[in-house]
């Protein structure tokens, strides 16, 4: 490949975004804003201080926001020396430049290299014109399934059932509901009572649970048969993703679909979860913290070899659709949308990528998720060099 001028980085540099803002989005569907919970928005210090990473090239920029004040420190101190020069297009050589400092694992380090990566895609994407999915290969779809994803409501809310109802009328792939730690502390009774209505109420639609990693063993296999009865189409994190228990769980006589892989962020725990005994029915990257969309390729891949699905997690939604969109419905069948929560995070950009008829459109602009909205460019009059 011809080195492109432009795609080469001469500045790291970083400004001041406003402070995530509290309480619910507007505009949500009554039906899901009656069964929600407040969202932690300013009380997590990552949305109280947070900062737009901006790759500098010949007359062009690559973004990646928000990233929090910790993850950016990791950035200023071990990578920016190592990026200046660096070919924002050279992806495959980004992993051997010079990095400074002795943390290289764990979720901080591998956020910052994520947010490093995937503001590398947006620069190359500017610089040359193309799509992101053009560079990973091309798009092979227009459009991407979306899962809801129903973390921010309370199962046990007497509105439940109705934003169970409203999921399935809206055209999404499926619902996942979160395994809360009163239902968890519960045992099988409680969660059979929380969740047989909302199953009832999803009629055919699919239906997915989220333990969060809250499940000890004793717990997670006591809830398998509620599960199995449920026709749950996976169980997300049952336990922890770094237990050495993935493997009796799956041995258990109750077949449950078991996913993970979000909080997999270095590169041996993912291995691990997808080499080791066959713990996993369901791969789960966030290509915003286990390394970028390279790496999340890569994982597709080897978990598509495996004969496992992807379904990427939401918490960096455009990445996740531009994965999904380089990737037939076989390997990447939907991607996690979070009804509460992404309207928050897409507050920074100018155009909001919402579900439409339970699907998400696959930008075909250049930008990873286009440019920031007027005001946060206004406050990103603050820059750290």
């Not at 992993?95 to 910052?112: E, I, M, N, S």
């Not at 699919?206 to 009865?229: K, N, Q, W």
């Not at 169980?235 to 050495?244: D, F, H, I, K, T």
């Not at 075909?364 to 206004?378: E, K, M, N, V």
Request: with cysteine; proline share 9%.
């Amino acid at each position: 490949m011809v080195p492109i001028p432009r795609t080469v980085i001469h500045a790291v540099r970083a400004g001041r975004l406003e402070p995530q803002l509290p309480g619910l989005p507007d505009g949500l569907p009554p039906q899901i804003a009656d069964a929600a919970v407040a969202p932690a928005g300013p009380a997590w210090a990552e949305h109280r201080e947070r900062f737009a990473l901006e790759l500098v090239g010949d007359g062009v920029s690559g973004w990646h926001a928000p990233i929090s004040a910790a993850v950016w420190q990791i950035i200023s101190d071990d990578h920016a020396a190592g990026l200046i020069g660096h070919d924002a297009a050279q992806h495959r050589r980004l992993p051997y430049r010079k990095v400074t400092g002795r943390h290289r694992a764990g979720a901080h380090a591998r956020a910052a290299a994520s947010a490093v990566e995937l503001a590398c895609w947006d620069l190359a994407s500017a610089a040359t014109g193309r799509s992101v999915p053009d560079l990973l290969g091309g798009a092979v779809r227009p459009l991407v399934p979306a899962y809801a994803s129903a973390l921010g409501l309370d199962p046990t809310h007497p509105g439940a059932p109705a934003a169970t109802a409203w999921m399935t009328g809206a055209g999404f792939w499926g619902q996942k509901w979160p395994l809360t730690k009163e239902l968890i502390s519960g045992g099988p009774t409680a969660v059979a009572a929380a969740l047989v209505p909302l199953r009832e109420a999803a009629g055919d639609g699919r239906f997915m649970v989220d333990g969060l990693g809250r499940c000890r063993l004793d717990d997670a296999i006591r809830l398998l048969p509620v599960l199995a009865d449920l026709k749950v189409v996976f169980a997300e994190e049952l336990l922890p993703p770094g237990s050495s228990s993935w493997a009796r769980l799956q041995s258990m006589a109750v077949s449950v679909p078991l996913a993970a892989g979000e909080h997999a962020v270095d590169t041996h725990e993912q291995a691990r979860l997808l080499l080791g005994r066959g713990e996993l029915d369901v791969w789960q990257p966030d290509p915003g913290w286990s390394g970028g969309l390279a790496q999340a390729i890569r994982t597709t891949d080897l978990a598509a070899d495996l004969g496992l699905p992807t379904f990427p997690h939401g918490a960096h939604l455009p990445a996740a659709v531009a994965l999904a969109a380089a990737n037939c419905r076989d390997r990447v069948p939907a991607v996690e949308y979070h009804l509460t929560v992404e309207p928050l995070r897409q507050q920074i950009y100018a155009t909001s990528q919402t579900a439409s008829d339970g699907q998400l459109t696959v930008r075909t602009d250049p930008g990873l998720a286009g440019p920031l909205a007027l005001a946060y460019r206004q406050a990103f009059a603050e820059v750290i060099a």
